[in-house]
T-cell receptor, first 114, second 114 residues
Framework: AQSVAQPEDQVNVAEGNPLTVKCTYS??????LFWYVQYPNRGLQFLLK????DNLVKGSYGFEAEFNKSQTSFHLKKPSALVSDSALYFC????????????WGAGTKLIIKP | ETGVTQTPRHLVMGMTNKKSLKCEQH?????MYWYKQSAKKPLELMFV???????ENNSVPSRFSPECPNSSHLFLHLHTLQPEDSALYLC?????????????FGEGSRLTVL
């Protein structure tokens, strides 16, 4: 079965420190991978995506993610966290078997402490 | 105006009521979606419309009835709901259904069923 796992319900990081939000996936074929962010009381916003090419992709607000095919992972990273990065982060994937529809993870709450 | 607008933002209804959620997009997109978001769960795709035609219905109970009169407007008609239907309902749009990876979301309608 196709699935996306975000193993951490919550990640706590001090402001200025690097952050990582983890995502692993299980799909058939080559995946298209995505990260979305949801700020409090808001809808989701697209952050970045991996389709093909360079395994390190850069997105909005200084975020980047690394595609690792052997580990079936697509972790979200940022070198220096800001308090304003506090939000809910969702990983998602499209595969050849998903009929172009996104398969979503359950989300990870990121809390950045001053 | 924001790209995708949802009304109302909050709705409280009894199990015997009939109400509707409205979504409007100003992005010139051809595909629109309804998602259900519950805490600590992956987003659940409910319906997909492409050029006003329904392309996906993910086994959603008939008490949820979508309507897409044109590519800019999407409705979700609600009747005889259950308390477990309480959730955040998100509308999204994309250029067309094959580019579902990059969705533009509204801020959601928070539904409470008493």
């Amino acid at each position: 079965a196709q699935s996306v796992a975000q193993p951490e319900d919550q990640v706590n990081v001090a402001e200025g420190n690097p952050l990582t939000v983890k995502c692993t996936y299980s799909v058939s074929g080559n995946p298209y991978l995505f990260w979305y962010v949801q700020y409090p009381n808001r809808g989701l916003q697209f952050l970045l995506k991996y389709i093909t090419g360079d395994n390190l992709v850069k997105g909005s607000y200084g975020f980047e993610a690394e595609f690792n095919k052997s580990q079936t992972s697509f972790h979200l990273k940022k070198p220096s966290a800001l308090v304003s990065d506090s939000a809910l982060y969702f990983c998602a994937v499209i595969s050849m078997d998903s009929n172009y529809q996104l398969i979503w993870g359950a989300g990870t709450k990121l809390i950045i402490k001053p | 105006e924001t790209g995708v607008t949802q009304t109302p933002r909050h709705l409280v209804m009894g199990m015997t009521n009939k109400k509707s959620l409205k979504c409007e997009q100003h992005l010139g997109h051809n595909a629109m979606y309804w998602y259900k978001q519950s805490a600590k769960k992956p987003l659940e795709l409910m319906f997909v419309y492409n050029f006003k035609e329904q392309t996906e219905n993910n086994s959603v109970p008939s008490r949820f009835s979508p309507e897409c009169p044109n590519s800019s407007h999407l409705f979700l008609h609600l009747h005889t709901l259950q308390p477990e239907d309480s959730a955040l309902y998100l509308c999204a749009s994309s250029q067309d259904w094959t580019t579902t990876g990059e969705l533009f979301f509204g801020e959601g309608s928070r539904l409470t069923v008493l």
